[in-house]
């Protein structure tokens, strides 16, 4: 289970490893802080995404640089935070902070006196604030949705990846965003979660993955099978019955290639 940091500036105190709910609970903790008392300005090493909110550690040159915000600049900083956590989160968010277009000193300070226990996961039972544990989750789920985006329009521009074995709860072959991706996917799918785990294997068991070009209906065409390196096409070619003669030797990869152009049925007995 995690600990709550305790400086709650200083990100040097923090262990970057643990979830992001847990290491900004004390910057939202030390904002509440800030809008009760009547300081003019803070410092702290965050810096804040313009159109979110979001917060993530303030670095340069491995460094952490303080930025000093105002009350107004931070309020209207925190606002759209609040907006943003309104729209990615579950009600669970907002079930005691209000979705106003703005938001008082006194809202702000409320918001963020809040803490929220951590109900599932290793952390379950872990206190963070409310609004550190939400913002993280509205980034993961902001990253999430853009990253599915990203990956429909490589489908749609016909440049995706799949490897052999890799499919989905329907059995569809899964698309990849980049062929490195889909070489992971197929280690972890054939050697298991730990394939990392033999460094000195390591490239060569990726090297040894079978991957092409996604093809949104599913199945290997030759557009995907001439994207493959010699020993994917080969292993194919050997799996939907071809000849030694055919796999073997200086050109295997091209007569490979060519003994499926003369009957393109073969691709189905190679995805058997």
Not at 135 to 162: C, H, I, P, Y
Not at 193 to 219: H, R
Request: aromatic residues 8%.
């Amino acid at each position: 289970m995690e600990t709550i940091p305790t400086n709650p500036l200083s990100p040097t105190a923090t262990d970057r490893t643990q979830a992001r709910g847990t290491q900004f609970t004390p910057v939202f903790t030390a904002i509440g802080e800030f809008f009760a008392s009547t300081r003019k300005s803070i410092s702290m090493p965050v810096k804040f995404a313009d159109k979110t909110g979001i917060p993530d550690w303030n670095e340069a040159n491995k460094a952490y640089v303080d930025i000093t915000y105002s009350r107004t600049e931070l309020k209207a900083i925190c606002t759209t935070l609040i907006e943003t956590c309104h729209k990615h989160c579950s009600g669970t968010f907002g079930a005691n902070i209000a979705d106003w277009p703005t938001q008082s000193y006194k809202d702000l300070t409320e918001a963020f006196a809040l803490t929220y226990t951590v109900t599932k996961g290793d952390n379950k039972g872990v206190v963070r604030n409310h609004m550190a544990h939400f913002q993280a989750s509205a980034r993961s789920t902001m990253k999430f949705a853009t990253a599915a985006q990203d990956l429909q329009e490589t489908v749609e521009n016909g440049d995706a990846w799949a490897a052999e074995g890799v499919v989905d709860k329907k059995g569809n072959l899964k698309p990849f965003i980049t062929e490195v991706k889909a070489r992971k996917a197929w280690a972890r799918v054939t050697v298991g979660d730990d394939w990392w785990v033999n460094k000195a294997g390591k490239a060569a068991l990726l090297a040894s993955a079978v991957v092409f070009t996604y093809n949104p209906d599913g199945a290997i065409t030759m557009d995907t099978i001439r994207t493959m390196n010699h020993v994917q096409v080969r292993t194919l070619a050997k799996k939907a019955g071809a000849p030694d003669s055919i796999t073997t030797g200086t050109g295997a990869k091209a007569r490979s290639i060519n003994w499926f152009s003369e009957d393109v049925s073969r691709i189905s007995a190679a995805q058997a």
